[in-house]
């Protein structure tokens, strides 16, 4: 990898992964934290403190579930973690959350059927 940064991936996105990441942007606190990393493209640990009135901790531990969630990548560049948007990911789910949704649907019908 170039320039330390580490690519986006995109594992399959079962209904697991799929809740997990809808669950971590879910929350007001951290779907705030995307919007400010998307617009900013990277922003470090503390920058993003800089953006909130909360304690570090706090922050670390929203960022920890994002990341966990593979809705934000993170890459350590010497003392500093910097945070992007996991756009491929966030595409994919865009795309794949309306199939999703009719398919289970059909499902549900036809077990109630």
């Given amino acids: ?12 996105v079962d209904d697991r992964a799929l809740v997990r990441a809808l ?12 919007q400010e990393i998307a617009a900013a493209g990277e ?5 993003v ?4 009135d909360v304690s570090q901790p706090t922050i670390s531990h929203h960022l920890a579930i994002l990341i966990e969630a593979g809705v934000l990548v993170a890459r350590q560049a ?9 756009g491929p990911l966030l595409r994919r789910i865009g795309m794949l959350l309306p199939a999703r949704l009719s398919t289970a649907g059909r499902r549900l019908a036809k077990a109630r059927a």
């Fill in 1 to 12: 990898m170039r320039g330390g940064r580490s690519a986006a991936v995109t594992p399959p």
């Fill in 23 to 34: 669950k971590a942007l879910g929350d007001p606190t951290r779907f705030r934290m995307m």
């Fill in 43 to 47: 922003l470090s640990c503390g920058e």
């Fill in 49 to 52: 403190a800089e953006r909130f």
């Fill in 78 to 86: 010497g003392k500093h973690r910097y945070t992007s948007v996991n």
